[in-house]
């Protein structure tokens, strides 16, 4: 580990009000930064620099600050608490090395805390957390650390006041981490390596009480860190993450990012090649300048290197998330606004000018979404909330002198469907042609909209492929019952036809559109709205009052946490009914309440049968969103209607979704049926949840190639797999599975639903659970890490992993490695411990071996095969038997751990 010269970029986050921003400003104190202390409510903070963040004394966008500290160099962001400018600190979590997460000790662990604790886990982010105001009346550190436990992770552990004792402190981590307890076992002592690999593997969580405000607790926080961090390793291609876009005094557009991969220099090009998928546009631009922003100071470099923050001019194409150079992926906010407003200009305002104005504005903050509607010539804009909107105001007249007024609020309603189907669009004028088949599927929820392509080129040219897979990105769709936005879909192109001579760019795009409104009319859509996920903190004798609220505005709950006279109620209601009741809350609880609100995603609309008569969208009348196509006859295009498209199509998709849908399924089911239905007929690409699209397929023929090599050139067995290929049905259920023992939730949600032609697996006497050793140890961070110096040692720890786990689990547990490179290996056979290990003979794979298995075993067991590998998924199921994936195993393996921690002290 390098403990000289680290350079990490590291976060403050927290809920509004738990002292985030002052514990900024004592860190720079202590570092020397700053010679006197400033103070939100003296409004002289030094990182809170805009005008507005001062005069309401919020953190509204995010700043960075260069501190050292011996010799640790900090490059501090401090966010937005306040849950409406959320999307602020969003963003730059992507570009963190690590985070603080400061809690209000009057408070404890509120509902925005969560939050940003799921967050912190999304982004896979190291924490520390930093127990503020522990010097008011009232507060308990042991209670405090108890509710970081229970309610955020079990391996929080107090890092401060290590001079009370090591024993006891080295106890606590040894709890968290097997590594740790091994080393202690061992040593009697943990190294500070050691302690801070834990940390940066999110395995220990330090924490730290005190109080920004009096200067306590701040100086251990910052050993701490600067003890127990990793310094990150960057390879030496140039690459970039964006995190944020802004504008300086003169009107100069920044681009913000961190550098991750190389050195940046000066007039350098930089592009989206990797990043762009199947964007239309790929670009170069130049950097121009680099800046070293302090506070609302900055200094140009001629040359940033990996690791660091700038801010770089020149960059007119950047977005909030993109990744430049080597980086290939473009991240995307979990958050979105959930209100919309109609902006009111002022008398004499031209309506298109200010919407070019804000949509600079949008380009600033993410969770600022502004919708035109072209047909009353109005600009609405999509929010989070109402400080939100007097922020904007305030906004827009500074940067460009509108006083504007904002109309009602009204929810932003999305839609989704709940059974797959295939939608097709024709558009053939004279001279024009093009026809496209898309298959529409329920996604996971908050999964967003998925594309890819399940064609063979055989039957669309690649680059009419990409096109397609473009125009369905290019686009937010609307749906068919309320025209609002499409959302947790995965949409894929099956088929398609283009004309040597007539067919254009254009053509595609229409077909492509029409496709996805023709599917939509045919399926069963569902209107879905956005909740809030409620805290409320109250006196006991109010506890009824507010259940019977949560209630009524078609709420849910969970129980109730009473301590003595105070009670905690959290739980989850729709942002339509909640959204005005802060004040009611205020009243009843006449002062005595606390509330917090934060957006819980979106779940099925509770009254949606009186939402859609209310907006009253017509599908047929939105005529930028047909659902017809255009055919031709006789030298003229000629309209048919959405409910007869099939019968003038000219491209057969062999798709046939009545194959893969067993009788008696509920709605709920058909999710799990869409998936599969895609996956066995076109063989999408495994893992496909980044929201872009994907071009990628695997052909019938490479399919059975794999096959052929696999088992020989035995046509009854390739006729056989052709069969099971092609028909989509399986014999096998999840129903009523357990995780731990190798069920659903570790199967990486690729299967929800059950077959008419199912097993009943409590008729089985036996579990077995074939694990693929290789697969797993690539697929599993830790292990990977490992092979990468040491093979026999990856090897050897994922057997010890296993054979714990076999004691939780109690199925015979068999882990298969490939031997077959080895010539002359007979293959062998050994028990270690409670499992078994096999090591394939010359010339047979791991594959080879546990589908021979299955085959043997999998009618007459319950088997479960853990393998990340999509081939042999498919003839895993073919033979009964059920596929957990590598992440789903890793799972298992710590739920089990923690089980035993929790049952038996271990």
């Keep these: 580990m390098h403990m000289q010269n680290k350079h990490l970029v590291i976060g403050i986050l927290a809920h509004v009000d738990a002292g ?7 860190i720079l104190y202590t570092c020397g930064n700053i010679r006197t202390l400033g103070r939100v409510d003296h409004r002289d903070a030094f990182l809170d620099n805009f005008a507005l963040e001062r005069a309401r004394g919020i953190t509204i966008f995010s700043k960075q600050a260069q501190v050292e500290w011996n010799n640790l160099k900090i490059t501090m962001l401090d966010t937005p608490g306040h849950v409406d400018f959320s999307a602020e600190m969003e963003r730059t979590l992507q570009v963190l090395d690590y985070a603080i997460l400061v809690i209000n000790g009057s408070d404890g662990v509120q509902g925005h805390v969560e939050t940003l604790w799921r967050l912190l886990k999304k982004y896979e982010i190291p924490v ?13 550190k042991e209670r405090l650390l108890g509710e970081l436990k229970s309610r955020l992770d079990g391996s929080c552990v107090e890092f401060g006041k290590l001079k009370e004792g090591k024993e006891s402190f080295y106890d606590a981590l040894a709890m968290c981490d097997e590594g740790l307890l091994e080393e202690y076992l061992e040593t009697g002592a943990l190294c500070a390596e ?16 005190g109080s920004a405000l009096k200067l306590t607790g701040v100086e251990e926080l910052l050993r701490g860190i600067a003890a127990y961090t990793l310094q990150p390793e960057y390879p030496e291609q140039v690459g970039a993450r964006v995190f944020k876009i802004a504008r300086d005094a003169s009107g100069n557009r920044l681009t913000y990012l961190k550098v991750t991969g190389g050195v940046l220099r000066a007039k350098m090009l930089l592009d989206n090649q990797n990043s762009a998928g199947v964007e239309a546009e790929v670009w170069k631009e130049k950097a121009d300048q680099l800046r070293i922003y302090n506070g609302a100071q900055f200094r140009t470099v001629e040359e940033v290197a990996a690791g660091e923050i700038c801010a770089v001019t020149g960059l007119t194409k950047t977005f ?64 989070m909330g109402e400080v939100q909107i007097e922020i904007l105001k305030s906004l827009i007249f500074e940067r460009f002198g509108l006083k504007v007024e904002f109309g009602d609020g009204s929810i932003v309603y999305k839609e989704t469907i709940i059974e797959p189907v295939i939608g097709i669009g024709h558009f053939e004028p004279l001279r024009h042609y093009a026809e496209v088949h898309l298959l529409l599927e329920p996604g996971e929820r908050e999964s967003g909209m998925q594309f890819a392509s399940l064609c063979s080129e055989d039957i669309l040219d690649k680059n009419w492929q990409r ?13 068919v019952l309320t025209g609002s936005e499409l959302t947790d879909m995965r949409i894929s192109l099956i088929a398609g036809r283009a004309h040597q001579k007539h067919t254009e760019g254009g053509d595609f795009r229409q077909a492509t559109y029409r496709a996805v409104r023709q599917g939509l009319r045919k399926s069963k859509s569902v209107l879905l709205e956005p909740y809030f996920a409620f805290t409320m903190e109250l006196p006991t004798e109010l506890l009824g009052r507010a259940m019977s609220d949560i209630q009524r505005m078609q709420g849910s709950f969970d129980t109730p946490v009473t301590e003595e006279e105070r009670s905690i109620l959290t739980g989850n209601a729709p942002v339509e009914t909640m959204r005005d009741y802060q004040k009611e809350f205020n009243a009843y609880t006449r002062g005595f309440g606390r509330m917090t609100c934060v957006p819980a995603g979106y779940k099925p609309c509770h009254n949606a049968e009186e939402v859609v008569e209310r907006l009253s969208y017509n599908p047929e009348a939105d005529l930028d969103n047909p659902t017809g196509s255009v055919f031709c006859s006789h030298g003229a295009g000629f309209v048919v209607e959405w409910n007869q498209v099939e019968e003038y199509a000219h491209v057969d998709s062999g798709f046939k979704l009545e194959e893969i849908e067993p009788e008696g399924t509920t709605e709920g089911d058909m999710a799990g049926y869409a998936l599969t239905a895609a996956q066995l007929q076109g063989g999408r690409k495994a893992g496909d949840k980044t929201g872009k699209a994907v071009s990628g397929y695997i052909s019938q023929e490479e399919i059975e190639e794999i096959f052929r090599q696999t088992y020989g050139k035995r046509q009854e067995d390739i006729n056989r797999f052709r069969r099971y290929h092609k028909s989509g049905r399986r014999n096998w259920r999840l129903e009523g599975r357990s995780a731990e023992k190798g069920g659903a939730e570790g ?7 059950k077959d008419s032609r199912s097993f009943d697996f409590s008729s089985k006497k036996e579990e077995y659970l074939l694990v693929d050793g290789y697969n797993i140890i690539f697929a599993w961070q830790e292990l990977k890490e490992l092979a990468a110096v040491n093979i026999d040692s990856a090897r050897d720890r994922l057997i010890d992993i296993l054979s714990n786990y076999q004691g939780y689990l109690g199925s015979t547990v068999i882990v298969v490695f490939d031997a077959y490179k080895v010539k002359g290996n007979p293959g062998s056979a050994l028990i270690y411990h409670n499992i078994h290990v096999v090591y394939t003979k010359e010339a047979e794979t791991a594959d080879q071996y546990i589908e021979k298995t299955v085959n043997e075993i ?12 999509a081939l042999e998924q498919m003839i895993i199921w073919g033979e009964g038997a059920v596929r957990m994936s590598a992440q789903g195993l890793f799972e298992a393996v710590e739920r089990a751990k923690e089980n035993m921690r929790k049952e038996y002290g271990v």
């Design 20 to 26: 985030k921003t002052t514990l900024a400003e004592g």
């Design 128 to 140: 520390f957390v930093f127990i503020n105001k522990m010097d008011m009346e009232g507060t308990d």
């Design 747 to 753: 199967m990486d949600g690729s299967y929800s639903g």
């Design 858 to 869: 999998g009618r007459k067991y319950q088997v479960t095969v853990a393998t990340s590998d």
């Design 194 to 209: 050691n302690i801070a690999y834990a940390i940066g593997e999110r395995r220990v969580f330090p924490c730290y009480f």
């Design 320 to 383: 909030a998330g993109q990744g430049l150079g080597y980086e290939k992926v473009n991240a995307l906010p979990v958050l979105e606004p959930v209100l919309t407003y109609r902006l009111m200009l002022p008398e004499g305002s031209d309506a298109v000018t200010v919407l070019g104005q804000l949509k600079k504005l949008e380009e600033e903050e993410p969770l600022l979404h502004i919708v035109w509607k072209e047909a009353a010539a109005e600009i609405h804009v999509q929010v």
């Design 467 to 479: 096109l397609v897979l473009t125009h369905l990105e290019e686009k937010s769709h609307v749906g």
